[in-house]
């Protein structure tokens, strides 16, 4: 495979980064990652924007210009082959002595790799996937892409020892995301609700395009919090990730939502994220 290193395309085992990059040392560091279908990327604005942002709260300067993180995205794609998988992008703030007082002259690191994987064709989108709920004991920006990924790994590793695929955090009695998505119930009566966006959770690319689309179908959406007893006594109920598209969850906390198979919801609607970003990808 070939990877992309601070202007090099290199294979690999050739890529390498300073053990003083304060993404390394310090999670210093914000990441995107673009699905690919038919060789193309699937809502690249949004996430293009999203770097902008993180980048900026951040004050880690642009790594690259936008058009040459687009060049970058593409050349990846084009020489590994990439038909199905993810873009992964990277940008730290860049190597310096340790210490943990940064300074505003460094140069930001900028790494991509491909991983190519079938995403449409699904075995959990066929059988749904079953959800825990656990404390959501993350830091209190979670509207930044960071790479301080350690309490969401161990979420999801807590969910497998329950015999489930994944957890949903929750916080003051509320649902914030998922581990790596974000959270939506489908209410009896037919109205898609996922939290509005705060500091409490990620602004999903992948949940803003559904927004669009379920307003395009006449599907009402409300954006407000909801606790994880609503949720069991939801009709339905899914996740939005730019890797997993629309995800069916099916199971909360050992409950069974419905029949305990994927909802006619969430099933139409990964059908229409799948057409409609294929359309509009780039
Ligand atoms: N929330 C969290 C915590 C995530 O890690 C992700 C995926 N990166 C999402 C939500 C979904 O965001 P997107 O649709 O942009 O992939």
């Known amino acids: ?52 942002r993180s980048l900026g709260e951040l004050e880690i300067p642009m790594p690259a210009s936008p058009e040459e993180i687009l060049e970058i995205h593409r050349q990846l794609v084009t020489r590994n082959g990439v038909e199905e998988g993810a873009v992964y992008m990277q940008v730290t703030r860049g190597a310096a002595d340790r210490d943990f007082a940064w300074t505003a002259d460094m140069t930001p690191s900028l790494v991509l790799f491909t991983q190519a994987k079938a995403i449409v064709a699904s075995p959990m989108a066929q059988r749904g996937s079953k959800v825990i709920s656990l404390d959501d004991l993350r830091w209190h920006r979670r509207d930044i892409k960071t790479t301080q990924l350690l309490y969401a790994s161990m979420a999801k590793m807590q969910a497998k020892a329950a015999g489930a695929d994944d957890a949903w955090l929750v916080e003051d009695g509320k649902i914030t995301e998922g581990t790596s998505n974000n959270a939506w119930i489908v209410t009896k009566d037919g109205v898609l609700v996922t939290r509005q966006l705060s500091n409490d959770l990620l602004a999903g ?20 919090a909801f606790t994880v007893e609503e949720a069991k006594g939801a009709a339905e109920a899914f996740v939005t990730s730019a890797s997993a598209f629309v995800m069916p969850v099916v199971e909360i906390d050992g409950v069974k939502l419905g029949a305990g198979s994927p909802g006619p919801v969430a099933t139409r609607l990964r059908e229409i994220y799948v057409e409609e970003s294929r359309r509009t990808a780039i």
Request: hydrophobic share 45%.
């Open 1 to 52: 495979r070939i990877v992309y290193v601070n202007g090099e395309y290199l294979p690999e085992e050739e890529a390498k980064i300073s053990i003083f990059d304060r993404g390394f040392l310090m999670a210093d560091a914000v990441y995107e990652v673009a699905s690919v279908l038919d060789g193309k990327l699937l809502d690249y604005a949004g996430h293009e924007a999203r770097l902008a």
């Open 205 to 224: 690319i992948t949940r803003a395009s559904l927004m669009r689309y379920a307003a395009e179908a006449q599907i009402s959406v409300e954006e407000r």
